[in-house]
């Protein structure tokens, strides 16, 4: 099985996904905030995490869900989330998230990265990205959901690796899991 | 630094403030400001939700909401009663719906109303708006003079470098885009 077909097949499968959020009647603010939370009472960031993350809007109609300017950490001129020594990234690792959603809390876009450095001194980066449509060359090269790992954030060349849909709290639990495995969800 | 809602009610929620009023729109923005403020409420401090301002008399030392039936009547007891409420060690939150008959009264109550602006007013809808002219600047000077449809043009062309940074500035765009 390959071919252009079953790579379009799998954008079809994210794009439902995301609009199927229209139902749930998420809002994405509490939901990272949660998750942040849980992040926070075991010690790999700052309680104050909680009063991070903003959400703005114009005339109600989308919504932005990001990093405030009160957070403790900064990549480039955004706003990020310092993150302690994890098992597999030495301390003042960096997470960053940015969300846009519809006013039916269906989403449009979403960022959702961490940086550091590794315990050996390598830096490594990882950022998922939700493309609010196709671009690129198509869906193999470029698919709607992925993610780019490697060890420079500004990096273009970095290949993008396919996911299947994970929201952006599955995102942020997904990339501090797979650097802090103590982290694995158990709730 | 810049304001908005989250930041405003863990402050709030963190400090000794006898007594504060947030904005609400409808009942579901009700809902998901409760939820809110459930989440960012210190662990220590238990929250109790409650339909009358006596619940907050009651509960010096707990957070109250308070969701009043009649809330015109529960800003002129609050008015009355005022001097009571500064036994409190943590915040009573009173909920009003933007654009009633309680919020218009609280205004006309001169001296209440600077004393809770003096404590604690939030209005998330217009904490949480974005300044769509200074957001439209602020986005001119990142994507070196495109608007957010000249550049979302070029982005879905593939010829914007998929960086870090362009995936902050395409989501400004994405909101500043006039469909």
């Known amino acids: 099985m390959s071919g252009k077909a079953n790579w379009e097949n799998r954008v079809k499968s994210i794009i439902a996904s995301r609009n199927a959020l229209s139902t ?78 519809n006013p039916d809390s269906s989403i449009l876009s979403y960022a959702v990265g961490l940086q550091g450095v590794q315990k050996n001194g390598d830096a490594w980066y ?47 639990e997904w990339l501090m899991a797979t650097v802090e495995p103590g982290l694995e969800p158990s709730w | 630094m810049e304001r908005n809602s989250t930041s405003e009610f863990w402050v709030l929620l963190h400090s000794k403030d006898p007594m504060a009023v947030v904005v609400y729109q409808d009942l579901s923005h009700q809902q998901d400001l409760i939820d809110l403020l459930s989440l960012l409420k210190p662990k220590e401090r ?77 209005d998330p809808n217009e904490l949480d708006s974005i300044n769509e002219t200074e957001a439209g600047a602020d986005f001119l000077q990142k994507s070196g003079g495109l608007s957010p449809k000249e550049w979302l043009e070029k982005w879905r062309a593939g010829s914007v470098p998929d960086t870090q940074e362009n995936a902050f500035i395409l989501h400004c765009a994405l909101m500043l885009e006039n469909e």
């Open chain 2, 46 to 122: 238990s929250l109790i939700i409650a339909d009358n301002l006596d619940s907050a008399l009651k509960n010096l030392d707990d957070i109250v909401i308070v969701i009043a039936s009649a809330e015109p009547t529960a800003v002129q007891e609050l008015d009355g009663r005022r001097e009571a409420f500064m036994e409190r060690t943590a915040p009573a939150v009173l909920f009003l719906q933007a654009g009633g008959e309680a919020i218009k009264l609280l205004q006309q109550s001169y001296s209440l109303f600077s004393w809770i602006r003096g404590n604690r007013l939030i």
């Open chain 1, 24 to 101: 749930d009647k998420v809002d994405w603010k509490n939901a990272l905030i949660k998750a942040l939370t849980r992040l926070a009472e075991k010690k790999f960031c700052a309680l104050e995490v909680q009063g991070w993350v903003s959400s703005k809007t114009i005339d109600g109609k989308k919504r932005l869900v990001t990093i405030s300017n009160s957070a403790d950490g900064l990549v480039g001129g955004h706003y990020a989330i310092k993150i302690a020594t994890t098992s597999n990234l030495n301390a003042d690792a960096l997470l960053t998230f940015i969300v846009t959603s």
């Open chain 1, 126 to 172: 990882a950022r998922i990205c939700l493309d609010p449509v196709q671009r690129g060359h198509g869906p193999c090269s470029h698919p709607l959901l992925h993610c780019h790992i490697g060890k420079n954030a500004s990096s273009q060349n970095d290949p993008r690796t396919p996911l299947p849909w994970i929201t952006p709290v599955e995102a942020v």
